[in-house]
């Protein structure tokens, strides 16, 4: 605007009149204008034009000229000034009556904003143009803090969720990146800040809040952004030159900055976090996505307690875990589920002594679940203890139905799996008690299978519960032994009667010695410890041969059969008994 005062503006007034000669009525409409123009209290001036496209002022109120002229030249307002007299410019050319527009400028307390108006006025001779600017300035720094208290969390001024998406986009498209760069987003998790909250007021909460903030803060590099994208939940977007490298340094700096306790009144307290991280792979990718893929990856590190960094698929995961978890919730509720059961085989006589009942799940949504996939959402969802009660039911059941068709009780049991947050949550006592009540079958005939995880957990638990077992004259197995941390000596005071020794020592033992030593030692313990025990996984004649040379008493595997059907289960007993041989 200045430049074009600069150049324009009449300083002798007889040097630029466009209207030229100076006649009375000309002065008179002058004379008349500088008085509307008074009267007009925000800036206004009258413009006209000289050489068809060189705009000029012709009059200008004392505003006008505070706001206006007033100021030296500068380059900003040059550039000002270029767009006011294109903006105006553009409005002459055309047929409008009036055209408004907004005008920023550069002022000395930050950005000014005008509202401009220009309108023809309707004089004879060379055309005028009335121009009008209002001071939106205070308007638009109220739209600016309300704008930012929209997009920051009061508590700790950081910018919130949606901030957050604002701030990532201003960097990708406002900043200079070199060719390769890529974006990382760090999700972080305060692991305990419930407990906090819940134990020691909304107050403590909020203060380890803040603190956490600021020591996360000191572990940015210049143009990362920090931000509160939920209650427990900071993330951070950094520019990354060395993909994985740089977002591992960041993960390294939070480490460090949340390792010296927080003191919140009288207590120190140590902050645990879960930490996720995603990459882009470029910058055209979707930075919402990549926050996405982060949260993704930071719910699996806690549950892994490690540092986790996404992989393309573990969406996928989370949903199909969710699809699951729900399919099972309905097959649970409509009784989908079914038991498969594989022999068990007297090694030294080749009797089939009974089944392990092996729970089966064929969705008509999800197809054919394997049961390490559904029982570990199971336990995830807390759905295991219906799982693990209808799987007791059912298997008593199974075996009082065989007896059915058979007319007399069947020399066989049936092994039935627990879980260790089952045995955890569940009364598993009275669960079985009322199994076998309700399908008559008599305690020895149902053998529990437990983990050395459910024991290791919560081991007074666990000891009363197996002594109950016993009561119900139920034989209690150690399944997948071998692959827990307890050792033998341990389990001597519990009443366990059998140890099945893990598929992964016996499916190798013939080319690993290293296998077939775990496999002799354990079953000289055994002995000792007057335990029986079960092979796991026996895929070979050879296999069964040679367990049978070991005095090794029980046998289970493909190699005699693959789980079945309670029909077929029923069918193979009755085709083989009185006759095995292995
Ligand atoms: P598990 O209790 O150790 O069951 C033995 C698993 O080994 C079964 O897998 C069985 O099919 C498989 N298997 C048996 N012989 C062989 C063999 O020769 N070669 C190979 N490669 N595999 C063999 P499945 O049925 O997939 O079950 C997996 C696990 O799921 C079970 O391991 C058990 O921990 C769990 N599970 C199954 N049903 C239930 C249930 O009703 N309740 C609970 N809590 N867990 C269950
Ligand atoms: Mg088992
Ligand atoms: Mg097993």
Redesign the pocket.
């Known amino acids: 605007m200045e430049s074009i005062a600069a150049c324009n503006w009449p300083v002798n007034r007889s040097s630029v009149d466009p209207l030229g000669g100076g006649d009375d009525a000309h002065i008179d409409q002058m004379a008349a204008g500088r008085q509307w123009l008074a009267a007009i209290p925000q800036p206004a001036a009258i413009l006209s034009l000289r050489d068809e496209d060189d705009i000029f002022v012709l009059e200008a109120n004392a505003a006008f000229t505070d706001s206006f002229r007033s100021r030296r030249i500068s380059q900003i307002m040059e550039q000002v000034a270029a767009e006011w007299r294109d903006r105006v410019n553009s409005f002459i050319q055309s047929d409008r009556v009036c055209d408004s527009f907004e005008l920023r400028r550069d002022g000395p307390l930050g950005p000014e904003y005008f509202m401009c108006t220009i309108g023809r006025l309707p004089v004879d001779g060379p055309a005028q143009f009335l121009f009008t600017a209002i001071d939106r300035t205070s308007d638009r720094t109220i739209e600016k803090n309300l704008r930012r208290e929209l997009l920051s969390d009061g508590l700790t001024a950081l910018p919130n969720r949606t901030g957050f998406g604002e701030e990532i986009d201003d960097r990708l498209s406002n900043t200079v990146w070199p060719d390769n760069a890529q974006f990382g987003i760090i999700a972080i998790d305060l692991s305990r800040f419930s407990r906090v909250n819940e134990s020691l007021g909304p107050m403590a909460g909020d203060e380890l809040l803040i603190t956490v903030a600021k020591r996360l803060k000191s572990s940015l590099r210049q143009g990362d952004v920090l931000a509160r994208i939920g209650g427990n939940d900071f993330a951070i977007f950094a520019r990354l030159n060395n993909g994985l490298s740089d977002a591992l340094h960041i993960v390294q700096r939070i480490r460090e900055a949340l390792s010296s306790p927080i003191r919140l009144s009288d207590l120190q307290i140590r902050v645990d976090c879960a930490i996720g991280c995603a990459l882009s792979i470029d910058l055209q990718d979707d930075p919402d996505d990549v926050v996405r893929k982060a949260q993704a990856a930071v719910k699996i590190a806690k549950r892994s307690g490690k540092v986790e960094i996404y992989r393309n698929g573990v969406l996928k995961e989370a949903q199909r875990r969710f699809s699951i978890e729900s399919r099972l919730r309905e097959a649970l509720a409509h009784g989908g589920l079914t038991?498969?059961y594989?022999p068990l085989i007297h090694l030294q006589t080749g009797e089939i002594t009974g089944f392990?009942?092996?729970?089966?799940w064929n969705d008509p949504e999800l197809g054919h679940v394997?049961?390490?996939e559904f029982?570990a959402v199971?336990?995830e969802s807390g759905l295991?203890t219906s799982?693990?009660r209808w799987?007791a039911y059912e298997a008593a059941q199974a075996l009082s139905r065989w007896d059915v068709r058979f007319g007399q009780p069947l020399p066989v049991g049936v092994n039935?799996?627990?879980?260790p947050i089952?045995m955890a949550r569940d009364d598993v006592a009275s669960m079985f008690e009322e199994a076998l009540r309700y399908s008559g079958i008599a305690g020895s005939r149902l053998t529990a299978?437990l983990?050395e995880s459910a024991i290791i957990a919560d081991p007074d638990k666990a000891r009363k519960l197996l002594f109950a077992l016993k009561d119900l004259q139920m034989p209690i197995a150690m399944?997948?032994f071998g692959t827990g941390f307890s050792n033998l000596a341990s389990l001597h005071s519990l009443p366990i009667d059998i140890l099945?020794i893990?598929?992964s020592f016996v499916?190798s033992m013939a080319e690993d010695r290293d296998k077939a030593v775990i496999v002799r030692t354990i079953l000289s313990l055994a002995e000792s410890l007057n335990l029986k025990v079960t092979a796991?996984?026996?895929?070979t004649q050879e296999l069964a041969l040679a367990l049978q040379q070991m005095g090794c008493w029980q046998g289970?595997?493909?190699?005699f059969a693959?789980?079945m059907t309670e029909a077929d289960a029923f069918d193979y007993w009755r085709a083989r008994w009185n006759f095995e041989t292995i």
Do not use: C, F, M, W
């Open positions: 038991l498969a594989q392990e009942a092996l729970a089966r394997p049961p390490v029982i199971a336990e295991i799982l693990g799987a039935v799996n627990l879980s089952q299978e983990t399944d997948d099945k893990d598929r499916s796991e996984g026996i895929e289970q595997g493909y190699y693959k789980p």
